[in-house]
């Protein structure tokens, strides 16, 4: 199990964790308040803020922080709980004020705990439901990863752990990853699932539980219900007990949550009402209070801390748990129980009232102790000794030594899917620093995305050897499927959200264990939309990694429209943290590749360059957009500069002479296409220029930030298409070819203001031969000479034949 379990606290700790407890609700309560009431309302908007979700997770974060964690530990903590998690931290010391009092503003604490926005120590960022509990699923996995290799076990086995929603638990992407976990002996993550019985819009169906408890159980986790805290178990043991227990447990989750609203008085009406006449149980009801009634019915145990601290405490063993705790959905506020509470704020005169019960001056809001019986020493004393908060908890790791040139022969004819399977296979064979920590994962399509050569080296990862039956029975086969504890392949089941939240948690190895792994993901490229919310949050968290997408694009001609991607080079564009690249030759894979290995690897803060105007030395993840045509390769010498100029997103294959009328401009795998239509327009057009761009997505982004320089002043900014571009006389046209959306390159034109036509592919593909394909989408030599024959002056081009 992993190390420095909890023991159970004595009384005057219980006692100081029943003050902060208190304190984080407040704090939270009143950042909320002060975002919305209190902060100048600049623009009208509501700002919200999850005042009853939070207040829903309140006394479980308190045990789980003060108490039960360990540094070691990693937590996604379910997005609308923020506040409650920023009060913890700063509570610890870790959060400011000034950020808390901002919360939701400029600068300020992040509406949803942010690992790359937030400064107060947030493991996984969530925000978009779901895909931060199946985080923790990977990041087990990852941990167990790099232990299996030998590396960081001078450090402790964490626990993953992850705060849901009951509501959080609709979404599909957490069962693909239950599945996954079951699959690769899942150890060390926690599950708690705040069982509110709302969601946003409502109240949720009744009996969820049972199905939770079944299907976690299905999968081999241990599940533990939390039900009842401890006023309630005493008072099913007086007499008539056994009676309101059986009440509550039949009470439909509406009812419950309409009596919690409605409180004391209400409970007693209903209960006399429903089981009052039967002796005991009258009794039982009758010697409480309103008050005390209410604070009875309500104490389920996800609001009891003893209770809570218990259960965390009591684990001693590694299995995975799923925790069922039952709560209350704005607990302690005004508006608890009420099914529209999810946007609930207080009114000023609630928080007033609440200000008063919890003994805060006005003025005081925000000190620490304000308010509490337990003198502020013995408090800080407590605080200073939490063990969540012993250490520095986000790790480094040196970088690792990247060759420029990656080892491998280049085949007459071949495709870029094909070269990367070769420069993988090279890289197996070697025995560089980077091969060691290289860790590929493929959803159930290595073979067939090439990676089977890699793996016949490496091996694939199970913490458990299993051998491959077909090789101990000397059946033919050509690939090797050994698992072992060494393997540097992860393969999972077919589900792409899986591979992205691997990825994501591969790709923070460094952080969260201090050991960096280089991760190579791959897939097919239409299937990136599918995991697609699950790429951009791992950019947005800033895991670093390598997605190679191949095959793409209706090259993929007898695939058909469902195999074939239009919209993935937009993507590659837009998509944050991730620089896309589409190249056509396997040589310029070759660099990309090893530039992809130290990119990934870099983390400067940094403005942009003014050579590229990019902000490379930041890094991020990479996107490599494949294919599976193959493509004769030019023979040439790899000069520093041309390097320089893939890396940077394009190169002038062939030049434009003086008096260019044409320039050309393709990406990927389109490119015999485009040389092809030079050649047919040579004769009917002056000095045709070809453009090989290697990277639309860093072109455009260059581009963009050096206007914005010279917008602020820096005159004399260029960026790198800026620079390629600028002796292109004014009257030339630009025809840009691209299997993929025409929009990823028809925004050329606008760096110098000049007349573009995009060719690419808008509509869904179908099966048939890449000519035929090319011919239909226009995107073929014929189309490329027509677009130019359109868009510039001159005599007719004699090889234009006749358009469909
Ligand atoms: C993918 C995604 N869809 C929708 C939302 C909007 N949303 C935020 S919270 C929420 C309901 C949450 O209910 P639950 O998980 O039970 O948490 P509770 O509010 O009860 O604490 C929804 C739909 C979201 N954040 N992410
Ligand atoms: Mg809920």
């Keep these: 199990m992993a190390e420095g379990a909890a023991t159970n ?3 005057r700790e219980l006692a100081i964790l029943r003050e902060l407890e208190k304190k984080v609700l407040w704090l939270a309560s009143w950042t909320i308040h002060h975002a919305n009431h209190l902060r100048e309302n600049i623009d009208g908007v509501k700002v919200g803020g999850h005042q009853a979700s939070s207040a829903s997770l309140a006394t479980i974060m308190t045990a789980l922080y003060f108490d039960v964690l360990r540094a070691q ?3 996604a903590v379910k997005p609308h709980a923020s506040p409650i998690y920023h009060a913890i931290q700063y509570l610890l010391g870790r959060q400011s004020r000034q950020k808390l009092a901002d919360f939701r503003g400029y600068k300020g604490a992040q509406s ?41 076990l001078q450090r402790p086995e964490g626990r993953m752990i992850a705060l849901i929603g009951d509501a959080e638990l609709d979404e599909g992407n957490i069962f693909e990853a239950i599945l996954e976990g079951w699959k690769q002996g899942l150890r060390n993550c926690w599950w708690i699932i705040d069982y509110n019985r709302q969601s946003l819009d409502a109240v949720i169906r009744e009996g969820l539980w049972a199905r939770f408890e079944a299907l976690f159980q299905a999968f081999g986790w241990d599940v533990i219900i939390l039900k009842y805290g401890a006023l309630l178990q005493q008072a099913f043991r007086e007499p008539g007990g056994e009676r309101l227990r059986q ?21 007693r009406r209903r209960l006399l009402d429903e089981i009052g006449d039967q002796g005991d149980v009258t009794r039982l ?66 928080a007033e009232s609440l200000r008063a019960a919890m003994n805060i001056r006005p003025g005081h809001e925000w000190d620490k102790f304000e308010g509490l019986e337990i003198a502020p020493a013995e408090l800080q004393r407590f605080l200073d000794r939490v063990p969540f908060a012993a250490g520095s908890r986000r790790h480094h790791a040196a970088r690792i030594e990247v060759s420029a040139d990656l080892p491998m022969t280049v085949q007459a004819v071949m495709s870029t899917q094909t070269g990367f399977g070769t420069l993988l296979n090279e890289l197996g064979r070697g025995k560089s620093a980077i091969a060691e920590r290289i860790v590929t994962a493929s959803p159930d399509v290595t073979v067939s995305t090439n990676l089977g050569p890699w793996v016949n080296r490496r091996g694939l990862f199970a913490r458990e050897a299993l051998a ?39 790709g923070l190895s460094h952080a969260i264990n201090g050991e960096r792994l280089v991760p190579i993901g791959t897939l097919y490229d239409p299937f990136i939309q599918r995991g697609l919310d699950a790429l951009n949050y791992a950019c947005y968290q800033d895991a670093r990694f390598i997605l190679v997408a191949t095959p793409s694009g209706i090259t993929l001609a007898p695939e058909g429209g469902a195999h074939q991607s239009i919209a993935t080079p937009l993507i590659g564009l837009a998509q944050d943290g991730l620089a896309a690249f589409e190249p056509a030759f396997v040589d310029e894979l070759a660099v990309i590749l090893a530039f992809a290995f130290d990119y990934i690897q870099r983390d400067a803060e940094a403005e942009a360059s003014e050579r590229n105007w990019l902000r490379d030395e930041t890094g991020g993840s990479v996107y490599l957009r494949l294919s599976t045509r193959p493509i004769e390769q030019i023979k040439r010498t790899m000069t520093l500069e041309l390097r320089q ?15 260019c009328q044409v320039v050309v401009a393709y990406a990927g795998a389109v ?49 790198h298409i800026e620079k390629l571009l600028a002796d292109v006389p004014s009257h030339c046209g630009i025809v840009s070819v691209i299997d993929g959306h025409p929009a990823t390159l028809a925004w050329l034109g606008a760096v110098h203001g000049h007349r573009v036509r995009g060719l690419g592919v808008e509509h869904f593909g179908q099966t048939g031969s890449i000519p035929e394909l090319y011919r239909h989408y226009g995107i073929d030599a014929n189309a490329i000479v027509a677009a130019a024959a359109a868009l510039t002056p001159g005599r007719p081009i004699r090889h234009l034949k006749a358009l469909p």
């Design 73 to 75: 530990d990693r937590v």
């Design 9 to 11: 606290p004595s009384a």
């Design 645 to 659: 100029a893939i890396v940077d997103g394009a190169y002038w294959q062939r030049p434009p002479g003086p008096n």
């Design 671 to 719: 490119v015999p296409e485009a040389i092809q239509a030079v050649g047919l327009m040579a004769e009917d057009r002056r000095d045709v220029g070809l453009l090989a761009v290697t990277s639309a997505d860093r072109l455009n982004a260059g581009w963009t930030a050096a206007q914005r320089a010279r917008e602020r002043g820096l005159v004399h900014a260029r960026s």
């Design 247 to 267: 009440w509550i447990d039949n009470c439909p989750n509406q009812l419950y949550s309409a009596l919690v609203f409605q409180g004391g008085a209400a409970w």
């Design 468 to 506: 491959d039956t077909f090789k101990s029975e000397r059946i033919p086969s050509t690939f090797n499927w050994d698992f072992s504890p060494k393997g540097q392949h992860i393969e999972l089941g077919i589900a792409e959200m899986n591979l992205f939240i691997l990825l994501s948690a591969l």
């Design 112 to 152: 949803y705990p942010s690992r790359s926005k937030d400064t107060d120590d947030v493991d996984f960022s969530t925000g978009s439901v779901g895909l931060g509990v199946a985080q923790t699923l990977f990041s087990s996995l990852v941990q167990d990863y790099v232990r299996a290799h030998g590396w960081g």
């Design 285 to 350: 009801i009758e010697a409480r209070s309103d008050d005390e009634l209410a604070r009875l019915m309500t104490n389920l145990a996800g609001h009891d801390l003893p209770s809570l601290i218990e259960a965390f405490g009591k684990v001693d063993h590694e299995r995975p748990i799923c925790f069922i705790c039952y709560t209350i959905k704005g607990f302690g506020l005004p508006f608890a129980g009420h099914k529209d509470n999810h946007a609930g704020l207080m009114t000023p005169a609630q």
